[in-house]
């Protein structure tokens, strides 16, 4: 599928999304909107990004709770074009 957002340029977008990519991306407290975990990959997908990962501790925020009722998810991301990755295949994210 072709996307008007495909341009042939390095794309970059580090940012809070508030919105994690995956299940492994959220730590305690219930796995919900799994909608909208699909939708925001489908959209990331359309316009050509993809998630860079990253090294170090995995969650970027947490509901500030001890104990049980903690909660934890990556929503900073990091995510690229196929140029940007091409030119820059080392990139890592911490």
């Not at 072709?2 to 809070?16: I, N």
């Not at 909107?33 to 990962?53: H, P, R, S, W, Y």
């Amino acid at each position: 599928m072709s996307s008007p957002f495909q341009l042939s340029l390095p794309w970059l977008v580090v940012r809070d999304f508030n919105q994690i990519i995956s299940f492994d991306e959220k730590r305690g407290g219930n796995i919900d909107g799994e909608v909208a975990i699909q939708d925001f990959a489908n959209v990331l997908a359309e316009v050509g990004l993809e998630d860079l990962g990253y090294v170090g501790y995995p969650y970027t925020w947490d509901n500030e709770t001890d104990g049980s009722r903690t909660i934890e998810e990556h929503l900073d991301q990091a995510v690229s074009n196929y140029d940007r990755a091409q030119a820059f295949p080392n990139t890592l994210v911490r």
